[in-house]
């Protein structure tokens, strides 16, 4: 009977707590009006590769932890030197090391540029932002258990402004976002699609088919630099420049492209590439695109609205550029195959009004909504004040 009666006060004291985390949620959290989910449209394009780019370009990765907070956190065998020693001698320009709740101290090689960042989140459905170029301490704001899609949008909207580009971390990892829920969040410029560990670009699809413009990263987000499976998994191509401000401007504007090269590589295919001094370019005529591939391409797939497939060229010698057919709304978004089994990403072709960079739509606050919330907080709060009242009265009986 003593420990019957124990075990029901551990399950009372954490349905007070869950009780508390909810009431808490939704008194301090506002509801948001999400802007509806619209295809793209307009009567011209934005093109994320003009001929006007130029330069080399070079490897990146914004995504691997290293030893922090006394080992406590996964990445406990990564020393910061090892890790900028490993990608500077594999070629990369640019390295975040995106601690968790830290931000590291900035040092650069001869070759290799560090650029400052960090991953925010301690949640368990491990609902993460790296925030590239943070202009303040960490944030140490978080709700460590569920989060509904208003304390996510919140959570967005307060970290975008503590950073230079704000990317949302492994969206398809620990179920802490569906692709559904890019039809309502909004507020963030980038999303990490490829990693040793998640696969988002049902996310990605689903974010651009609502009308969202966001861009792509590829991070390894490796832990363990030791392990030949993570470093160097995938990497995101950018335009070389040492001025990091340079850096922000090219991810802000969607001037990078996804790389995994096939596993025996060893980035090699992209190497070749550069030494080549290929260009990432696509030419708009009317409703026509026209890139030109990659030496060693064996396929190129357009997708569209959805995620649907648009178009597929297969490699033909006689074709030295590829056309496509632009749809009359929406994105259009290339996957280039190698005959090596290396594969690039680039980022979409938007239909717009705008000039330039299509701007983020932003949510606002629906005052009916934050107050149903507040009040609906309230009686959680009343009802946990009552059951522990309760719980306590039938003891003394």
């Not at 590769?49 to 370009?57: Q, R």
């Not at 190497?271 to 990432?280: H, T, V």
Request: net charge positive; proline share 6%; charged share 20%.
């Amino acid at each position: 009977m003593f420990w019957i009666k124990k075990l029901l006060f551990v399950a009372m004291v954490l349905v007070q707590i869950l009780l508390l985390y909810q009431a808490l949620q939704w008194i301090l959290v506002p509801g948001y009006s999400f802007p509806p989910a619209k295809v793209f449209s307009g009567k011209s394009w934005y093109n994320p590769y003009p001929d006007s780019l130029g330069g080399a370009w070079v490897k990146s990765n914004f995504q691997i932890q290293s030893r922090t907070w006394g080992g406590l956190t996964n990445g406990r065998n990564n020393h910061p030197e090892a890790i900028r020693t490993w990608y500077e001698g594999k070629g990369y320009g640019f390295l975040g090391i995106s601690d968790y709740m830290s931000i590291r101290a900035i040092q650069s090689g001869k070759s290799l540029v560090q650029v400052p960042c960090y991953e925010h989140g301690y949640n368990v459905y491990k609902v993460h932002h790296v925030l590239l170029g943070p202009k303040q301490g960490v944030d140490w704001v978080d709700w460590p258990l569920w989060q509904d899609i208003h304390v996510r949008q919140w959570k967005t909207q307060r970290l975008q402004g503590q950073c230079e580009v704000l990317c949302l971390a492994h969206p398809s990892k620990g179920g802490g976002f569906e692709p559904s829920d890019f039809t309502l969040l909004t507020g963030f410029r980038l999303m990490e699609l490829r990693s040793t560990m998640t696969n988002s670009l049902v996310h990605w699809d689903s974010c651009l088919s609502a009308g969202r413009p966001a861009f792509l990263l590829f991070n390894d987000d490796a832990h363990d630099l030791q392990n030949p499976k993570e470093p160097g998994f995938v990497a995101t191509l950018v335009p070389f420049s040492r001025e990091v401000p340079t850096l922000y401007a090219h991810l802000e504007a969607g001037h990078a492209v996804g790389y995994k090269p096939h596993e025996a590589t060893d980035h090699g295919g992209w190497d070749g590439l550069k030494a080549e001094g290929f260009q990432w370019c696509i030419r708009l005529n009317g409703d026509t695109a026209y890139f030109k591939p990659p030496t060693g391409w064996h396929e190129i797939i357009a997708y569209g609205q959805g995620g649907s497939v648009l178009q597929l060229e297969r490699f033909d010698p006689s074709i030295d550029e590829v056309s496509f057919v632009l749809p009359q709304q929406g994105y259009l978004r290339l996957e280039v195959g190698m005959k090596n089994e290396d594969r690039y990403w680039l980022n979409p072709l938007i239909k717009t009004d705008e000039k330039g960079i299509p701007k983020l739509s932003w949510v606002s606050t629906s005052l009916s909504l934050t107050w149903k919330r507040r009040i609906g907080g309230f009686l959680i709060f009343v009802l946990s004040i009552g059951m522990w009242w309760t719980w306590k009265h039938l003891r003394k009986q």
